[in-house]
């Protein structure tokens, strides 16, 4: 079993078919769509992570490119700044993959780069500034 995250842009003349369902009954995966922004005036955009077997998956992500929808796979891309952060833990509400989790005993949150899936749900949900994704960290600092 794997998962993998990823980024699907819909061309407008797309979007009124069932591609997603299409895959989850033709190769049994899982998907958990975690963003969606769908207008008819606009080509549509979803974040998404799909479960199942390896094969199961990569003929999913196949069948959607073949389908002319652009799939873009993420990669880890989170800057965590722990010196900002204030362990309020609400990122770790957001995180689907559980890079962001509380210590049991500390009750600090802690952050594991290993897990993250760059869906970068954990950015508006800071408040303290304390996590940004690299483009941003690189704007800002200059390559600092
Ligand atoms: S939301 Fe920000 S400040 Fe709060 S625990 Fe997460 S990283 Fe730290
Ligand atoms: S980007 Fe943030 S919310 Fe998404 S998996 Fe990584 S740590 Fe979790």
């Avoid at 993998?4 to 997603?20: E, G, T, W, Y």
């Avoid at 993420?74 to 952060?85: A, I, Q, T």
């Avoid at 689907?96 to 780069?113: E, G, K, N, Y």
């Avoid at 899936?117 to 949900?125: G, R, S």
């Amino acid at each position: 079993m794997i998962q993998k995250s990823a980024i699907l842009n819909f061309p407008k003349d797309l979007l009124d078919r069932p591609v997603i369902s299409n895959v989850i009954r033709n190769f049994e995966v899982e998907v958990n769509i975690l963003q969606a922004s769908i207008t008819p005036e606009e080509d549509g955009r979803m974040f998404v992570i799909f479960r199942g077997g390896k094969e199961a998956v990569e003929q999913s992500l196949a069948y959607l490119k073949n389908s002319e929808i652009r799939v873009y796979l993420p990669v880890k891309n989170l800057v965590w700044d722990e010196n900002r952060c204030v362990h309020c833990t609400a990122c770790v509400g957001q995180c689907p993959s559980s890079a962001f989790t509380v210590d049991a005993q500390s009750r600090q949150v802690v952050f594991d780069a290993a897990r993250c899936i760059a869906c970068e749900l954990c950015i508006p949900a800071c408040s303290y500034n304390a996590v940004e994704s690299i483009s941003e960290h690189l704007a800002k600092t200059g390559g600092q």
